[in-house]
């Protein structure tokens, strides 16, 4: 490839916004929309082109906190999507990039017993990131309308009021300052079953595999049926979604990357002044020692 | 460079662990001993060439715990050091290097109330890193018998059974799994006075400059005589302490990039066996769907 190759993030932005009533069946998961370069290697390549200036804003973001603005600005992605979509590999190579003392990573699991004692979102609360950081939830309050909905865990009662409710959730934390960000990482039935193969054919793989993950493959059509719900009834223009074609990970990882970027730059934070008299401690720290 | 200069992570280390009765005078912080190249480019490329065995073996530390081994294995990496000495830029430059999901960093600042109404260790062992994980300490336990000892914040009888209960705390975290390894970044106060200044002249730094940094340097000859107590008092052959000569940043890196893989060499985690029948598996994720 040529080094005159640029990629345009907001137009990876606009491609990937989720359009209002989204049919998943509409969307090609292994479109690559966007991009300039030819395959694999110019991704690599170009994301790491990026990893420069993602790493500028994020440094940015982290010592603008420094100055205690109001309300405290800080970044939350939410990364959704089913087993072997990529969760784990977009917060390696795509947040991998960047400072890892301004990145806190959470992984949602099954919820414990104490969580389960209290609200949804409680548990979602608690790992919200502070002032300057861009925090990333692997799995998220969303599941409390996934895998809850799909495998009936409530009934229909509890679960559909919550989608207003992470509604009203997600515009409280706009409005003290967060910035949100929604991937849905999306893949075909055939990939899926290829990554799972492929991490049954690797010793050194094993370990990510999990037999629980067959019976949520086989209720796929429900799951598609649930996400679609989610992308239609949460994707505020203050908290858009993302859907990713994730079919090709390089992509995948390019894509997000570029959005990001997006987003950052419109966030548009900046190194805060000096909180002291810089001639003067210059002066101290020449006349120190 | 040639390609075929070689690094030996057991050099490193041997060289850098601190050795009895050590005086920090007799130590020189911009000394290189084991690096094989020419100055800071060479460092950085051959940091570089350990970021993918770096990578396996911290995949294969969290890929191991999955296996609920036990003890659980897991590590600690304590980074202490005067201001500006380069503690963050190791966070940075050296663990950034592997998945930032294998990697929990905490840093810890001055005491808050509720800290202060437990014992020195409470707020420690919160953030003791779980099966699997990488945890880094930016600052730690070492605090109170170092700033608490220099200002006097609490009476001798109080910090001087510090160094006891220390060095009893990290051999209870060593009998549960935990590998401890200790890095003392060592700079001159010229350096120090250039690293201030270097901020100072610099308003994309200014957040990083305190003038509070001032009464602490001021202290020099006292928190070396406090550090050296530490080094002396508590490098059980358990927990050990490297004193790196940290003048030079790509040294720096380049050495604890080195230590520690020698660590995660002599830990050895392997990949888990399967906890599931694989050909069963194989044949259930080719039926499904």
Same mark, same amino acid.
């Given at each position: ?81 089913m087993d072997t979509a ?62 809850? /909905? ?5 009934? &229909? ?6 989608? =207003? %409710? !992470?509604?009203?959730? +997600?515009? #409280? ?14 893949i075909?039935p055939d990939e899926q079953k290829a990554r799972l193969l492929g991490r049954l054919n690797n010793?050194?793989k094993y370990?990510k595999y999990s037999p629980?993950d067959i019976?949520v493959r ?46 950052? /730059? ?5 190194? &805060? ?6 001639? =003067? %401690? !210059?002066?101290?720290? +020449?006349? #120190?020692?």
């Amino acid at each position: 490839m040529t080094t005159t190759i640029t990629t345009s993030p907001s137009c990876v932005r606009a491609a990937l916004a989720v359009p209002p009533n989204v049919r998943l069946s509409d969307l090609d998961p292994s479109a690559t929309p966007c991009f300039p370069g030819t395959g694999p290697q110019d991704a690599a390549q170009l994301t790491t082109q990026l990893s420069k200036e993602l790493g500028t804003w994020q440094e940015k973001l982290y010592a603008g906190s420094k100055a205690k603005p109001t309300p405290p600005q800080r970044m939350l992605v939410v990364l959704q999507g089913m087993d072997t979509a990529g969760k784990s590999g977009v917060v390696r190579h795509v947040f991998g990039l960047v400072d890892p003392q301004g990145v806190k990573i959470h992984a949602f699991k099954q919820p414990t017993e104490e969580e389960l004692a209290h609200d949804f979102l409680w548990r979602i609360e608690k790992q919200v990131p502070p002032a300057g950081y861009i925090g990333i939830f692997d799995r998220s309050q969303y599941e409390d309308v996934l895998v809850v /909905r799909v495998d009936e865990l409530v009934p &229909p009662s509890q679960w559909e009021p919550r989608f =207003e %409710q !992470i509604n009203q959730f +997600e515009a #409280s934390l706009v409005d003290s300052g967060v910035t949100i960000i929604k991937f849905f990482l999306h893949i075909s039935p055939d990939e899926q079953k290829a990554r799972l193969l492929g991490r049954l054919n690797n010793p050194n793989k094993y370990w990510k595999y999990s037999p629980g993950d067959i019976p949520v493959r086989s209720k796929w059509a429900e799951y598609m049926a649930a996400y679609e719900d989610v992308l239609n009834r949460c994707n505020q223009d203050i908290a858009p979604w993302y859907a990713i074609p994730s079919n090709n990970k390089w992509y995948r990882n390019w894509a997000i990357a570029n959005i990001l970027l997006d987003h950052l /730059r419109q966030m548009n934070p900046a190194y &805060p002044g000096p909180s002291f008299d810089v001639d =003067e %401690q !210059i002066t101290a720290v +020449e006349n #120190s020692l």
